[in-house]
Antibody, heavy 119, light 107 residues
Framework: QVQLVQSGAEVKKPGASVKVSCKASGYTFTGYYMHWVRQAPGQGLEWMGWINPNSGGTNYAQKFQGWVTMTRDTSISTAYMELSRLRSDDTAVYYC????????????WGRGTLVTVSS | EIVLTQSPGTLSLSPGERATLSCRASQSVSSSYLAWYQQKPGQAPRLLIYGASSRATGIPDRFSGSGSGTDFTLTISRLEPEDFAVYYCQQYGTCHFFGQGTRLEIK
């Protein structure tokens, strides 16, 4: 079954970091880019960046540069997104989504991981 | 940076009616690299349309996309109860930007 399975909800304090995982199954992990998109409560979708699971190369949206780190472990077909120096307005659902190329539509999405930042 | 503006913000219609959703880009979208997604409460977005007019796998033919350049449209020919959701357009040509969404609600 082709799917992306994300890690569970997280509660973090301001200033902490969070690392969300996204495990791919049912397809060749290294054959697709993995993107991360977030959605604050009641808000729209915001693209954060992508990782090329084959090379490990990354591209981050300007807003998140220096603040987000995307990595992968090809041995377990899993991509990771780590966001540091969390603030309350980072409270959101974080989705992973695959795209055939860096600049491509997203044909498969994870179910999302809720990250709550609260003191 | 390409800004995508969706209109209307909210569309109130009845099942069986036709829905027309608009997505306007601040610059021309290269090679019609425009997609539409549907999102229901508590769910991830689902790809409906890519390349401005190609339906994704398993999407009913009542959904259609059109447009080029800076003006794009998603049309739902006859609304089914399950079509009431939020719809987003996305530009994916040189970067990834989403519109702010159109909420399609039952009248």
């Amino acid at each position: 079954q082709v799917q992306l399975v994300q890690s569970g909800a997280e509660v973090k304090k301001p200033g902490a970091s969070v690392k969300v995982s996204c495990k791919a199954s049912g397809y060749t992990f290294t054959g697709y880019y993995m993107h991360w998109v977030r959605q604050a409560p009641g808000q729209g979708l915001e693209w954060m960046g992508w990782i090329n699971p084959n090379s490990g190369g990354t591209n981050y949206a300007q807003k998140f540069q220096g603040w987000v780190t995307m990595t992968r472990d090809t041995s377990i077909s899993t991509a990771y997104m780590e966001l540091s120096r969390l603030r309350s307005d980072d409270t959101a659902v974080y989705y992973c989504a695959r795209g055939l190329r860096a600049w491509w539509y997203f044909d498969l999405w994870g179910r999302g991981t809720l990250v709550t930042v609260s003191s | 940076e390409i800004v995508l503006t969706q209109s209307p913000g909210t569309l109130s219609l009845s099942p069986g009616e036709r829905a027309t959703l608009s997505c306007r880009a601040s610059q021309s979208v290269s090679s019609s690299y425009l997609a539409w997604y549907q999102q229901k409460p508590g769910q991830a977005p689902r790809l409906l349309i890519y390349g401005a007019s190609s339906r994704a796998t398993g999407i009913p033919d009542r959904f259609s996309g059109s447009g080029s350049g800076t003006d794009f449209t998603l049309t739902i020919s006859r609304l089914e109860p399950e079509d009431f959701a939020v719809y987003y357009c996305q530009q994916y040509g040189t970067c990834h930007f989403f519109g702010q969404g159109t909420r399609l609600e039952i009248k």
